[in-house]
């Protein structure tokens, strides 16, 4: 007795199911397009599976062959009853291997999603400036924080009142570079923060892992305490190191 | 010894225990006083390259309208770098300590020296 019936009407995991729940003898012919595969099931699991004309996969036989056509989308299935398997490849129960070949399209479809350009970065810009808000809510008299790169470029700016702190991001990151430059000249170690104090603000800033990028908060000079200052910076710095890209 | 030199000895002797290295530079990079209690330590080496950075904290200070720069405080894993303008600002004070020293009562003693610094250098 042979049924037929397309893909988008039952799906290959509930026709899996199906011929195993039925513990006799049974093949199923799937096609899509220009591939096809054949699986054999005995005593209530899959006993065998072949597929052929999908490049990849090209006699291809075992469970590998579950796994891919899992995924096809669309075609043709025939089912016949008492029909014997020509080889054993498989031996793993088949609700294992519907497990296994589910969780691996999940995985698949996971890493499309974070191929996709322009979705990783903006997820990134989002957790960074999230960071920053963290942050000037950890500031008394918070004005602003950027998060630079070396290159001048803000990655990240955050800033409350009317400073711009993206005006000053290409002096910063010379001033950054200079005093690191300078320091080495010096021989006297290595550079784990600065402090500008002003009249109205105190600024400090602290290289990020690697040191291609540098954290700099301002804040109110009358209500802002250099300490704390130093141990956001450190504490935020380490955070946002692990949010970028090495 | 010149007036200048003699503040710098006197402050010397208050920092005695940490401190590292002193000088008196103009904005054109050119030291006018200093010391240092380790030779390989020498700030007058570096005093062109730290007059950049003094300029480049009063352009920041004005570019993010913060008010008029005060000191420039850089910590290392070895020392601490103190830069703090001078008078109408055409000299920086460059003052090393160990990190053994009070940073706050350093910076407390500079702002005490600063204006006799000024009054000291000739003009």
Redesign the interface.
């Known amino acids: 007795m042979a049924i037929e019936g397309f893909l988008n009407e039952i799906d290959l995991p509930t026709l899996i199911q199906l011929a195993c729940q039925d513990k006799n003898k049974v093949r199923i012919h799937v096609k899509n397009g220009d591939r096809q595969a054949f699986l054999y099931f005995a005593d209530g699991n899959v006993v065998h599976a072949a597929c052929s004309g999908d490049k990849e996969s090209a006699k291809q036989e075992g469970e590998e062959v579950i796994y891919r056509i899992l995924d096809w989308q669309g075609g043709k299935f025939i089912m016949e009853t008492g029909v014997e398997a020509p080889d054993q490849t498989i031996q793993t129960p088949w609700n294992a291997l519907l497990i296994e070949g589910l969780q691996r399209i999940d995985e698949q479809n996971l890493a499309v999603e974070e191929s996709v350009p322009g979705k990783e970065e903006g997820n990134m810009a989002d957790d960074l400036n999230s960071l920053l808000k963290e942050l000037g809510q950890q500031v008394p008299g918070y004005f602003g924080s950027s998060i630079v790169g070396m290159d001048g470029l803000g990655v990240v700016v955050d800033s409350v009142g009317?400073?711009?702190?993206e005006?000053?991001n290409a002096?910063?990151t010379?001033?950054v570079k200079?005093?690191d430059?300078?320091?080495e000249?010096?021989?006297?170690?290595?550079?784990?923060?600065?402090?500008?104090?002003?009249?109205?603000?105190y600024?400090v800033w602290r290289f990020l892992e690697g040191g291609q990028y540098f954290l700099s908060i301002?804040a109110d000079r009358g209500t802002a305490n250099v300490g704390n200052m130093y141990l956001v910076s450190r504490v935020f710095a380490e955070k946002a190191s692990k949010l970028l890209p090495s | 010894m010149t007036a200048l030199e003699q503040i710098l000895a006197k402050l010397r002797k208050e920092l005695a225990g940490v401190f590292v290295s002193t000088d008196i530079v103009g904005m054109d990079g050119l030291s006018i006083a200093g010391g240092s209690i380790d030779p390989?330590?020498?700030?007058t080496?570096?005093s062109a390259?730290?007059a950049?950075?003094a300029k480049?904290?009063k352009?920041?200070?004005e570019?993010?309208?913060?008010?008029?720069?005060?000191?420039?405080?850089?910590?290392?894993?070895?020392?601490y770098?103190i830069q703090r303008l001078i008078g109408d600002g055409s000299y920086y004070w460059g003052l090393?300590v160990s990190k053994d020293a009070t940073l706050g009562m350093v910076r407390l003693l500079m702002k005490e020296y600063v204006g006799e610094i000024w009054k000291a250098i000739p003009k």
């Open positions: 009317e400073t711009d702190h005006a000053g002096q910063m010379e001033l200079l005093v430059s300078s320091v000249k010096l021989n006297a170690g290595s550079v784990e923060h600065g402090l500008l104090t002003t009249e109205n603000a600024l301002t | 390989a330590f020498d700030a080496a570096a390259r730290f950049t950075v480049l904290g352009e920041i200070s570019k993010l309208q913060l008010g008029e720069m005060d000191d420039l405080l850089i910590t290392t894993d070895q020392v770098i090393a």
